[in-house]
C-alpha cells in the first residue's frame, strides 16, 4: 500500500498532537481529583455541640447569602480551582523534575535558580529584586522622601526625634561574587539615585543613618563577608557592627546605663532563605550554614524582650528580626534590637516584620493607636529601618498616626489571655497571600475576617472577629489558604497576646479594608 505525503503529513500531526495533548489532559484529570478529594478532606468541621442555626434568631433573610452572593462565592471558587490547579499542575508534572534535571546544569551556567534567585560563584545565591534595585531608575525616591518627611512631621508634634536606617542590601557590600568585574571593589555597589536620596532628606532636616561605609570598614578591615551566603540577610558580626555604630550615633538622645544586658555564644546551623526558595533539586546543592550568635539576656530575668515603656522604638522587617525570630531559623533572642539594646545599656521597645520594611511598621503601629494603645507614649525616638530595596519596590503610602480613644467596636470577639474558645464563623474576607516560593520567607500568617459567630456561649453568638491565621508553613499553603467569602469554618480561637512573641515577626499580610484596622485581632486554628 503505498502512503501519500498528505496521508503520511496528517500521521505524523495526528501523532503529534495525541503525545502533546495526552501528558496535560491526564495530569489536569489526576491533579483536578487529588485537589478535590484534598479539599474535602480538609474542610473543617464543627463539633455536634455548636449550633449552626438558631431556629428562634434565623430568618430566612439572614441565613440565605442570596442570588448575587452565591454567583460571586461560586465564581471566586472556580477561579480558586482553577488557579490552584494550574500551580499544581506546573508542581506536580512527571515532566518537571526530569526537564529539570536536564536543564539543571544549564541553569546553574547562566546563573538562574528561579524565578527570584540568582546564582552566583562558589555557592553564592542572591534574591533578584535586591540585584534588580541597583540598576533601577525609576525608583519612588519623591514618594518616599514626601512619606519620611510626613512620618517625621507626625513624631516631630508629638516631640519624638527620627531615625531613618535604610539597611544595605547584599549585592551592594558583595556584588564580586555575582560579577567577577567588582571582586576586588572597596566601595559598596550602589545606584546612581541613592547619593541623591540621601541628600533630599538631609536637607528637609531628616536625620540619616548609612549602614554601608559601617560594613564595608568591616569587610575591608577583617577581609570576611558581611552577608550570608544562601541567604539574603547580614552575618551576626555585620549586624552587631551596625548596632554598635547606631548605638553611639543616637546615645546623646537616650538615657544609657539602665539595663546592662549580658551576652551568651550560641552556634546556629540553618540554610538560607534565598536556598530555600530553589527548586529541592537544585537547593540540595547548597549546604547549611553555621554562624555563631551572641543572645542577649537580661541578668536575672531570663531573654531579652522589648519594654513598651521604653523611650526608644524601633521599628524594622527581617534584617531586625533575623537571629531575634526563632520562625527564620536562625536562633533568638540575638537579632538587631537585641544588639542596640546591649550596646545602649537600656531597654527598647521594638515594632519588627518580615518584609514591606516601607509600610509594615508603620501600619502596625497606626493599627496599635487606632484601638487606643498608644505605643508612642513615652517615647523619645523611634528608628526605622528597612531594606533598601524598598527605595525602588516598598509602598510609601503616607499613613496618619492618629490615637483613637473612643470605645472600640464590641461586636468583635477576642478571648482573654490564657483562654481558647471553639466557634464556627462565615468567612468574610481574606487578605492576600503569596505563592509558595515567591518570597524569601518559609512562613506566612494571613487576616481572616469572621461574621456570624456561633457558639457553645450565647454571649458570642452573631458577632465577628479579625482572626490572624497561619496561611504558608515551610513553603507550603495551609488549608487556610484556600478558605475563600462564603465559607463556614471552625476555629479555636486564642488572645494574639498569647502567641505574639512567638509569631508576631512573621511575613503577614493585614486586611485591606480600614474599617477593620479598629479590630483587635486573634489567633486561630482550623480544626478538622
Known amino acids: 500500500m503505498i502512503v501519500s505525503p498528505r496521508q503520511c503529513a496528517l500521521v505524523l500531526i495526528t501523532f503529534f498532537l495525541l503525545s502533546a495533548g ?25 463539633p455536634d455541640w455548636i449550633s449552626l442555626i438558631d431556629p428562634i434568631n434565623d430568618s430566612p433573610a439572614q441565613s ?15 477561579l480558586e480551582q482553577i488557579h490552584h490547579i494550574e500551580h499544581s499542575l506546573e508542581e506536580r508534572s512527571f515532566l518537571r523534575p526530569i526537564m529539570l534535571h536536564l536543564l539543571l546544569p544549564l541553569y546553574h551556567r547562566l546563573g538562574l535558580g528561579g524565578e527570584n534567585v540568582l546564582i552566583g560563584r562558589n555557592g553564592w545565591l542572591y534574591y533578584r529584586p535586591d540585584v534588580a534595585y541597583l540598576t533601577d531608575r525609576s525608583s519612588n525616591l519623591a514618594e518616599s522622601i514626601e512619606t519620611i518627611v510626613d512620618f517625621h512631621r507626625q513624631l516631630a508634634a508629638r516631640g519624638i526625634s527620627l531615625v531613618v536606617a535604610p539597611t544595605p542590601v547584599k549585592p551592594s557590600i558583595e556584588p564580586g561574587f555575582l560579577w567577577n568585574r567588582y571582586v576586588s571593589r572597596n ?51 555585620a549586624m552587631e557592627a551596625v548596632a554598635s555604630a547606631l548605638a553611639d550615633e543616637i546615645r546623646p538622645d537616650s538615657d544609657t546605663g539602665a539595663l546592662g544586658p549580658d551576652r551568651q555564644e550560641h552556634t546556629i546551623s540553618a540554610r538560607g532563605d534565598i536556598a530555600v526558595m530553589l527548586n529541592p533539586g537544585v537547593a ?77 511598621g508603620r501600619r502596625m503601629l497606626r493599627q496599635e493607636l487606632a484601638r487606643g494603645k498608644d505605643r508612642l507614649a513615652e517615647k523619645k525616638l523611634v528608628i526605622w529601618q528597612f531594606a533598601v530595596r524598598e527605595l525602588a519596590f516598598g509602598d510609601w503610602q503616607p ?130
Not at 24 to 44: E, F, I, K, Y
Not at 68 to 77: D, T
Not at 466 to 495: E, F
Open 187 to 237: 566601595q559598596p555597589l550602589l545606584p546612581p539615585v541613592y547619593a541623591d536620596w540621601l541628600q533630599a532628606l538631609r536637607n528637609r532636616d531628616i536625620r540619616i543613618f548609612d549602614a554601608h561605609p559601617v560594613l564595608m570598614k568591616l569587610k575591608n578591615r577583617t577581609h570576611e563577608s558581611g552577608y550570608l551566603k544562601t541567604d539574603t540577610h547580614w552575618t551576626p558580626r
Open 22 to 46: 495526552m501528558v496535560p489532559v491526564v495530569q489536569l484529570v489526576l491533579d483536578a481529583h487529588r485537589v478535590s478529594s484534598q479539599q474535602g478532606n480538609q474542610m473543617a468541621h464543627c
Open 399 to 528: 499613613i496618619e498616626l492618629k490615637l483613637d480613644e473612643s470605645e472600640t467596636d464590641r461586636s468583635f470577639i477576642v478571648p482573654e489571655p490564657g483562654e481558647v474558645w471553639t466557634v464556627s464563623g462565615i468567612v468574610e474576607s481574606v487578605s492576600s497571600i503569596p505563592l509558595p516560593g515567591s518570597v524569601p520567607y518559609s512562613d506566612h500568617i494571613a487576616s481572616v475576617h469572621l461574621s456570624d459567630i456561633r457558639s457553645g456561649n450565647p454571649s458570642l453568638n452573631y458577632g465577628q472577629a479579625l482572626v490572624y491565621i497561619h496561611s504558608m508553613k515551610n513553603n507550603q499553603w495551609t488549608s487556610a489558604a484556600r478558605l475563600r467569602p462564603g465559607d463556614r469554618v471552625c476555629m479555636q480561637l486564642r488572645s494574639w497576646s498569647d502567641v505574639a512573641d512567638q509569631l508576631g515577626g512573621i511575613n503577614r499580610s493585614e486586611p485591606e479594608q480600614d474599617d477593620l484596622l479598629l479590630a483587635e485581632p486573634c489567633w486561630g486554628e482550623l480544626i478538622f
Open 64 to 78: 440565605d447569602p442570596g442570588l448575587f452572593r452565591q454567583i460571586g462565592n461560586w465564581s471566586e471558587r472556580i
Open 284 to 360: 540540595s546543592t547548597f549546604p547549611p550554614e553555621t554562624v555563631s550568635i551572641n543572645a542577649v539576656t537580661i541578668p536575672g530575668q531570663g531573654p531579652w524582650r522589648e519594654s513598651p515603656s521604653a523611650d526608644i522604638l524601633l521599628m524594622g522587617d527581617s534584617f531586625s528580626n533575623i537571629y531575634s525570630l526563632e520562625a527564620m531559623g536562625w536562633g533568638g533572642s540575638a537579632g538587631f534590637a537585641e544588639q542596640l539594646s546591649y550596646y545602649l545599656k537600656q531597654p527598647l521597645d521594638r515594632i519588627v516584620q518580615n518584609d514591606a520594611g516601607a509600610i509594615a
